[in-house]
């Protein structure tokens, strides 16, 4: 009987334990800059050994396809084979200065980390990065501060001119409509390239000319650029 009795007890433990390692969750994403958009964001619960990015290492091809042009099918798909819980664009679109944009999980167990993407516009190869947080495991609100990145696979030129295509140097739009033309170029070569800090936008003062297309009374931005709020239930 004590032999049967313990059986259960130890069974009734895993059961519990694995259901206690799932996590239902919010996410919310809002976007802290004066005037640049976010390209539709990814957020990912996934395990501790998976990395959308890391600093200091390269740019995988698909994240300089989210880091140039906005296109996360490719992240989408690395998240689905490693059986990752993804919330995929939930602001429909592109996310404002100031806007914030809600999704929510029912994690698996093994998806212990969150992660959230999106190109920052307009920036040749900038995006916001939460890499691989902890989700905790007690009920409650965890607000996380979220700075801008450097891909490191293109040279910040700051001109807008349709690019985003990979080694396509260039901007693909400024969707707020601030930006100048007839930039000469901050810049053609990138020393660093691997996934480093944004040093943020030059920008000048200049629409018709000057060194950037981008305004820096509009598009500049000192870290952090974005907010994440997490809440599990």
């Given at each position: ?14 059961v ?27 957020i ?64 698996a167990a ?79 070569t ?10 943020g ?33």
């Open positions: 009987m004590k032999t049967s009795l313990h059986g259960l007890v130890v069974a009734m433990g895993l519990l334990s694995t259901s206690a390692m799932a996590a239902d969750i919010s996410v919310t994403v809002e976007n802290l800059s004066h005037g640049n958009h976010f390209t539709p964001l990814l990912a619960a996934h395990p501790a050994a998976t990395h959308l990015f890391q600093t200091g290492s390269a740019a995988s091809v698909n994240l300089q396809a989210m880091a140039e042009g906005g296109d996360i099918a490719g992240l989408v798909a690395d998240m689905a084979a490693g059986s990752a819980d993804v919330i995929e664009n939930p602001a429909m679109g592109l996310l404002a200065p100031a806007a914030s944009s809600s999704g929510t999980l029912m994690t093994a998806n212990t980390h969150l992660s959230v993407v999106a190109m920052i516009l307009p920036t040749n190869d900038g995006f916001i990065g939460l890499n691989g947080i902890e989700i905790p495991t007690t009920a409650g609100t965890y607000v996380y501060y979220v700075n801008g990145y450097d891909a490191g696979t293109e040279a910040n030129d700051e001109l807008v001119n349709g690019g985003g295509a990979p080694n396509v140097l260039g901007i693909p739009a400024d969707p707020g409509g601030a930006n100048g033309s007839g930039g000469t170029g901050v810049t053609t990138e020393s660093n390239r691997t996934v480093h800090i944004h040093r936008v030059l920008g000048d003062f200049d629409p018709a000319g000057g060194v950037s297309d981008l305004d820096s009374s509009v598009h500049r931005w000192l870290n952090p650029i974005a907010k994440v709020t997490l809440t599990v239930n």
